[in-house]
Every structure is written in C-alpha cells, then in structure tokens.
C-alpha cells in the first residue's frame, strides 16, 4: 500500500524536508581540502538537532552516521570517519531529518576545490537525470516513467545506472512503498497519485554501473573503480507534476 498522505501531514513532511534541504546548504560552505567526513557529519548532526528534528539515518539499521559520506568511486552509505579530503575528490552527501514523525531525505554530490572535466561532466549530468525523472510525475504517472526517463538520459550520456539501489516512498518510515528504481519501462509499476511523497534519487557512474560492498558492511563502490554521483530529492505528487520539499 503506497499511503496518501493528509495535510496536516503533508505540511509536516514540507519542514522535514526543508530542515534537510537547509542541511545541505549549511554544509556546502565547509565542503574543501582539509576536512575529515566526521566533521562534516558532525556540524549536519548539529544543524538539524538545532531545528528541533532529528538525524533519519542515525542508528537506522544500526548506521552510525547522521549523514552517508561518499566519497569519488564510493555510491553510497560511506561512514563518515577520520577520511580527509583533498583537492579533487567529490562527495556525495547523504541527509535525512526527522520532524515530529516525519522524514525528509536528499542527497547531493559536491566538489571538493577543483575537480576533473569528467567529474564535473559525471555530476552536471547526474543531477540532469534527477529533474528528467521528476518532471515524469504527475497524478495519474507510473513509477515506471521515472525511471525510464532517468535511465534513458543516464543512456545518452553514456553514464552507468545502478540498479541495486533505488528511491522509496517517504513519510512516518523514511524508507516506504513504493520502490522507485531508476530503471524501467514507461507504464508499468505502481501507479502515483496526488499526495503521495517520493523521494527520487539517481545514482550515476562514470563508468560500469556494477557495484559491490566493502568488508565495513555499508560502503558501496563502484567495481571498476571510476566515481559516481548521486542527487535526491523528496517530492510530493500534485496534480500537474511535483512539489519539491527539500528544497534548499
Ligand atoms: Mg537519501
Ligand atoms: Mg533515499
């Protein structure tokens, strides 16, 4: 059952989404050659708390983290850690914050000082594909459409789509139905339906879209090696398209 969400909790979820939104761009700031990923996930931890909600992610399956720190070839759930980073790398950032019950949930990679033309092509193109597949929702579309348009975009931009991993509905759980994987065929899956709350969130590789997990039991790499970028956001279905709720 993919759940409709009321206003009272629509209007919940659009604070935890901005908290998490407001997140990402208080840390953006403190994003360069020098920092380690704990003290990004630190200052995050402290930033949402501050806003009187609570780190989603922290304690979720026994994650130790406030935020997923991943870091060039790593696509997801890097621990934040004595990792420092330097001039080159990207990171992909991880957020989710809880608000009275309810979740907000995005993840945005950034660049650490000056990064390589094919990183910077690799992230353009990613967060592209994002709003590809955001602007196949509306009432009445099929999850199906979603990924369709991502993998489709991903496709001529000769970037690998992980399969593994996918969007989910968001709401009391930040991970619900529907799954939202950014692959597919036009008119199939589930169907959407105004007020319900996603979150969509392509994972892009430069190179092979194959991936495996590191001995910590969390990290996700890429298998060849080569960086991957991730965009996510949280958005509520409408009945001409979408309202983005973790706007920054
Ligand atoms: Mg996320
Ligand atoms: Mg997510």
Same mark, same amino acid.
């Given at each position: ?41 630190? &200052?995050? /931890?402290?930033? %949402? ?8 992610? *922290? $304690? =979720?399956? +026994? ?21 420092? &980073?330097? /001039?080159?790398? %990207? ?8 608000? *009275? $019950? =309810?979740? +907000? ?32 929702i509306h009432d009445g579309c099929y999850v199906g459409d979603i990924g369709y348009a991502v993998s ?78 991730h965009f996510e956001h949280t958005v509520l279905v409408t009945k001409d398209g979408y309202e983005i709720?973790?706007?920054?």
């Amino acid at each position: 059952m993919i759940s409709i969400k009321s206003e009272e909790e629509i209007e919940l979820l659009r604070i935890a989404g901005e908290i998490t939104g407001s997140t990402h761009n208080y840390i953006k700031k403190y994003i360069k050659p020098g920092v380690t990923t704990l003290e990004l996930d630190r &200052l995050c /931890e402290e930033y %949402i708390l501050s806003r009187g909600a609570t780190p989603s992610f *922290k $304690g =979720y399956d +026994g994650f130790p983290g406030t935020v997923c720190a991943s870091v060039n070839d790593e696509v997801v759930h890097g621990i934040p850690g004595n990792r420092v &980073l330097k /001039e080159g790398d %990207i990171i992909t950032l991880d957020i989710g914050a809880c608000y *009275k $019950g =309810y979740h +907000g949930d995005s993840a945005w990679t950034y660049a650490v000082g000056e990064i390589s033309d094919e990183k910077k092509y690799l992230m353009e193109h990613t967060e592209k594909s994002l709003f590809k597949g955001l602007a196949a929702i509306h009432d009445g579309c099929y999850v199906g459409d979603i990924g369709y348009a991502v993998s489709k975009y991903a496709k001529e931009h000769n970037l690998g789509v992980v399969r593994e991993l996918v969007g989910h509905g968001v709401g009391t759980d930040v991970h619900e139905e529907p799954d939202v994987p950014n692959y597919g065929a036009r008119h199939t899956g589930p169907i959407l339906k105004e007020g319900m709350v996603i979150a969509v969130e392509p994972m892009l590789n430069l190179g092979t879209r194959k991936i495996y997990m590191l001995e910590d039991g969390w990290t996700i790499i890429t298998a060849d090696g080569k960086p991957s970028a991730h965009f996510e956001h949280t958005v509520l279905v409408t009945k001409d398209g979408y309202e983005i709720l973790t706007r920054r």
